[in-house]
Nanobody, 115 residues
């Protein structure tokens, strides 16, 4: 089944960093704009960041200056570098196209910020 696959989550203390990686189970996504999304417990899934096929990034206000999205089309990967993490960043993180395609959602990767 054609899905996005996320990895790199984990447990980190406030102020720490994590780097998430996104790839695709089938086919390339080098021509697609790709977004990172997250869903915190009890909340709706929300947009975090995106990157066009040409590498132009967009961020939601709450992560500007802390998160950096980048893509490596040769390796079919989109990365999300997350720095200065806070408790509010705790969520399951997903990647998908922008706009997202319902059948392309993967399992996500859990990010937990805790002291």
């Amino acid at each position: 089944q054609e899905q996005f696959v996320e990895s790199g989550g984990g447990l980190v203390q406030p102020g720490g960093s994590l780097k998430l990686s996104c790839t695709r189970s089938m086919g390339s996504f080098s021509i697609l704009p790709v977004g990172w999304y997250r869903q915190a417990p009890g909340k709706q899934r929300e947009f975090v960041a995106s990157i066009t096929r040409d590498g132009v990034p967009t961020y939601t206000d709450s992560v500007k200056g802390r998160f950096t999205i980048a893509r490596d089309n040769d390796n079919n990967t989109v990365l999300l570098q997350m720095d200065s993490l806070t408790f509010d960043d705790t969520a399951v993180y997903f990647c998908n196209s922008l706009p997202p395609v319902r059948t392309w959602w993967g399992q996500g990767t859990q990010v937990t910020v805790s002291s």
